[in-house]
């Protein structure tokens, strides 16, 4: 079993950077595959980005590469999710995932623990 706990959102003008964090309890959190994921009002969820146990592997959504980067320190059980450049675009409530979704990191399905989320809300 494995809880996840969100923490880093807020209010952030255009041009800004926030940094999102992860925190997760249970032992074997660091087996894990991490995802991030985002969902605004009316929409579906979102795939942000992934990064698999042993850090060996990220994956992002095409449109956010370059401004977002996920990061993981397993001995602090924690992932991290750096935004910059932040967008009104990109106001939504933002979750954490965690599971084990071999090489189907985009499918919100495939991951067996949420955390509750973090509102992100960019003004312009």
């Known amino acids: 079993q494995v809880q996840l706990v969100e923490s880093g959102g807020g209010l952030v003008q255009a041009g800004g950077s926030l940094r999102l964090s992860c925190a997760a309890s249970?032992?074997?959190?660091?087996?894990?595959?991490v995802g991030w994921f985002r969902q605004a009002p009316g929409k579906e969820r979102e795939f942000i980005a992934a990064?698999?146990?042993?850090?060996?592997?990220?994956y992002y959504a095409d449109s956010l590469k370059g401004r977002f980067t996920i990061s993981r320190d397993n001995a602090k059980n924690t992932v991290y999710l750096q935004m910059n450049t932040l967008k009104p675009e990109d106001t939504a409530l933002y979750y954490c995932?965690?599971?084990?979704?071999?090489?189907?990191?985009?499918?919100?399905?495939?991951?067996?623990?949420w955390g509750q989320g973090t509102q992100v809300t960019v003004s312009s």
């Open positions: 249970g032992r074997t959190f660091s087996s894990y595959t």
């Open positions: 995932a965690a599971g084990a979704p071999k090489a189907i990191v985009r499918a919100p399905s495939r991951y067996d623990y």
């Open positions: 990064i698999n146990w042993s850090v060996s592997n990220t």
